[in-house]
């Protein structure tokens, strides 16, 4: 394939990395799904810079090496503006980020993609949990999102990270007995959980799989298992304090604003969480409504990129029909 000129895009969190170029008409003309980075394993910005440039200039060769008229780049773990100006300094010296950069935290895409309003709410609840308030004004409100350090609870680890801690204490009769624990003991494929402590300990269960057992949490759930369900109500409870923390500080509470909702845990749309987040919401946010993505993010830097471009109405429904249909 031969493209004269391209728009690239990127989107990178705790567990995947998507690097798309699209045409100057908003139309997708290549996208990649690759892992996570190293940047999330504490290797550095300057790693993860390496492994864009190498990503994006293999979707530029297979595009016949257009040029670049803009680049939005947006990955988690850029929380704090010495963050985004190290990599952003890191980017500039890739030869496709020349005319046009765009660098900042996932949390923007992801609202951009949930909403065309200029007044609005992003709540990501991936691998773990962040928010972004923006105001039509361009105020904007982040929270600093690094862990318990900063208050944070909840996402794929916290939740995985229950579903053990309450299996263990049902097995050594410390908590209540749970569904938590046979399920965990399946997952896992032991016999027990002192041999799942043990295996955690000598490394022969590395710690990176925790949160992949956050959906045991739903699972149990389901089966009516009620320590379950009081983890999930935690889970709402913490994505509508966000919620609400976002809306007071951009003064807005009380509006119809709406809270755009994604990442790993929200996707699969589990009533137990929606209609807790949508109930707590409505209580303590009157007027405020969830809106849930369905597009990736990455559409979201896209439009982003675009919005910069200062596409057309057109030229952004082309984006998101592309590649929502990829």
Request: glycine share 10%; charged share 20%.
């Amino acid at each position: 394939m031969n493209v004269g000129e391209a728009v690239v895009i990127a989107d990178g969190g705790g567990s995947k990395t998507d690097v798309a170029a699209l045409g100057l008409d908003g139309s997708l003309l290549a996208w990649h799904h690759l892992g996570p980075f190293p940047h999330y394993h504490g290797v550095g910005q300057e790693d993860t810079g390496r492994q864009l440039d190498a990503a994006v200039r293999d979707l530029l060769v297979e595009l016949g090496q257009p040029s670049v008229a803009a680049a939005a780049i947006y990955f988690s773990g850029l929380d704090f503006p010495f963050q985004i100006d190290a990599f952003t300094a890191t980017l500039e010296r890739c030869a496709w980020a020349q005319r046009q950069l765009l660098v900042g935290v996932d949390m923007l895409p992801l609202l951009r993609a949930g909403t065309d309003e200029a007044t609005a709410v992003a709540i990501v609840c991936g691998t773990g949990v962040n928010c972004l308030g923006r105001r039509s004004d361009g105020m904007t409100v982040r929270f600093a999102a690094v862990g318990e350090i900063s208050g944070d609870w909840g996402g794929g680890w916290s939740l995985g990270m229950e579903a053990v801690w309450h299996a263990a204490r049902a097995a050594d009769g410390r908590g209540p007995a749970t569904a938590l624990e046979a399920l965990v003991l399946r997952e896992l494929g032991c016999a027990s959980m002192d041999e799942v402590i043990i295996a955690f300990e000598t490394e022969r269960l590395h710690r990176s799989i925790v949160r992949t057992l956050a959906p045991l949490i739903f699972e149990a759930v389901e089966q009516g298992d009620e320590v379950a369900l009081k983890v999930v109500e935690r889970q709402a409870d913490e994505i509508v304090a966000f919620a609400v923390a976002a809306l007071k500080r951009l003064e807005v509470l009380g509006q119809p604003v709406p809270v755009v909702l994604g990442g790993g845990v929200i996707a699969p749309r589990h009533p137990s969480l929606l209609q807790a987040v949508d109930e707590r919401l409505e209580a303590q946010a009157p007027g405020a409504h969830t809106v849930i993505v369905t597009d990736p993010p990455v559409v979201g830097a896209g439009l982003l990129a675009f919005d910069a471009l200062q596409a057309p109405p057109e030229t952004l429904a082309c984006v998101r029909e592309s590649m929502h249909l990829s």
